[in-house]
């Protein structure tokens, strides 16, 4: 598992085999959750044609929807320790730069979207 890209206490993008898997930081009012969505291959294909706009706009559009829409493709239960361990390993490596919050882009990007279009 790779993270390609993500928003900084937002969401992480991330490679896992043929899947993309986007990891989305919801929140409830004092409740926060991890929710874990699979892209479906339209997802993916808008993805690889758009790249990181389309990502946000799924992002938002998970959290505003995540007890309706997305809840039935919520994978965190089947791949979350998986994920959560992907980005504290990078976390942990050092690879996360501080400009991160000031350029808005992700620095734990393992592989260029080039590479996955």
């Given amino acids: 598992?790779?993270?390609?890209?993500?928003?900084?206490?937002?969401?992480?993008?991330l490679k896992d085999g043929s899947d993309l898997l986007l990891d989305v930081n919801c929140s409830y009012s004092a409740v926060s959750?991890?929710?874990?969505v699979r892209l479906t291959s339209a997802e993916a294909k808008a993805y690889r044609v758009e790249g990181r706009p389309f990502v946000s706009r799924l992002a938002e559009t998970t959290q505003l929807d995540t007890l309706t829409?997305?809840?039935?493709?919520?994978v965190a239960a089947e791949v979350g320790p998986r994920v959560l361990a992907t980005i504290m390993a990078a976390w942990r490596s050092g690879a996360r730069e501080s400009e991160s919050a000031r350029s808005g882009q992700c620095h734990l990007i393992s592989q260029l979207h080039k590479e996955h279009s």
């Fill in 33 to 36: 959750f991890e929710m874990v």
């Fill in 69 to 74: 829409k997305f809840r039935s493709r919520n």
């Fill in 1 to 13: 598992m790779d993270i390609i890209d993500c928003e900084p206490h937002g969401w992480f993008l």
